[in-house]
């Protein structure tokens, strides 16, 4: 079982939140990113506000594309997103009102549900309401939920 990496993990560590060698799972485990983790990251180099900035970033990001693995984002993973998605939706009219969804997390567990891996993020909550999803954060190394019953994928 390997480790995707959710964007903001990168983030905390880019704004100095997170010393990415200080958590021990991103040492123990084979890790990989989503792709949609890499066009979350190339967007964050093109929304810079000054030129040092995106001088920096840019730098930063390439060093983790050039250091990890990318997922694709094929139609397996797609398909399991439709079912993530429509899940969410008919979850949220059940309880009559529409679940924040959010696509890029979805996206995300989709792709860890594929692969057999689970979910390093420091925005837990993002995750919650996914089932089958394995999230574990990097402030405590703890998994934070794992809820297979509820959801198998095609």
């Known amino acids: 079982m390997g480790l995707i990496v959710d964007t903001n993990i990168f983030i905390d560590a880019e704004n100095n939140r997170l010393d990415l060698g200080d958590v021990k799972s991103l040492q123990t485990q084979s890790v990989y990113i989503a792709a949609i983790t890499v066009s979350e990251l190339l967007a ?37 997103y439709a079912e993530l998605y429509a899940y969410a939706l008919s979850n949220g009219e059940r ?24 979910v390093l993020s420091s925005n837990t909550k993002d995750f919650k309401d996914i089932p089958g999803i394995q999230v574990i954060s990097p402030y405590s190394d703890n998994m934070v939920h794992e809820d297979v019953a509820r959801y198998s994928s095609p």
Do not use: C, M
């Open 44 to 80: 964050g180099v093109s929304l810079a506000k000054t030129a040092d900035e995106k001088i920096n970033r840019h730098a930063f990001v390439e060093n983790i594309l050039n250091s990890l693995p990318v997922l694709d984002f094929d139609t397996e993973v797609a398909r399991t």
């Open 95 to 118: 309880n009559k009102k529409r679940q924040n969804i959010n696509a890029h997390d979805l996206q995300i567990a989709a792709t860890a549900l594929v692969y057999g891996h689970r």
